[in-house]
């Protein structure tokens, strides 16, 4: 094998991500994917259903910051722009109601408040339990998120991460 600066395992959305980057560095990489073809869980088959059919990552989440949304513009995707409001909340078995989805949009604001605020200092608890300790609201909106987008709950999840999320 031939010697390289980098050696890439894995041609999924951070295998390329990471062979464009070191492209553009100048730096020598070889990329190596275990199955037969690249892009991990962005796949799109008809082979299933007979029509195409997103099989993993459907959507493209943190437009306003995700590096593929200006690649996707520019390759003219089909594009549906839909805020993150709390539109299709529920409490078992009915609709939340507007003071309901008012309260979780306030515990939202109010968790990303002490997010903002939040220091790590040596010694601290960095899990996001610690934080949410600080009132109901908050915990809400973090029990919502947490099991949903981490599949972990708050007090597995640390502060860095949940802030991180995004990227």
Known sequence: MEDV???VIGAGSAG???AKTL????LS???FEAMNRIGGRAWTSDQHF???FDIGCAWLHAADRNPYFPEAQAARWTLHHHDMNIDHLYYRDRKASEDEEAAMKAADIRLFE???AH???DGDDDRLSALLARGHAPRAAATFAGPMDFGADEDEISIRDFQAAAD
Do not use: C, I, M, N
Not at 23 to 26: I, Q
């Open 5 to 7: 600066d980098v050696v």
């Open 16 to 18: 390329l991500s990471a």
């Open 23 to 26: 492209r553009a560095a100048g």
């Open 29 to 31: 990489f070889k990329l």
């Open 50 to 52: 007979g029509v195409p």
């Open 114 to 116: 002490l997010l903002a």
């Open 119 to 121: 220091e790590v200092k």
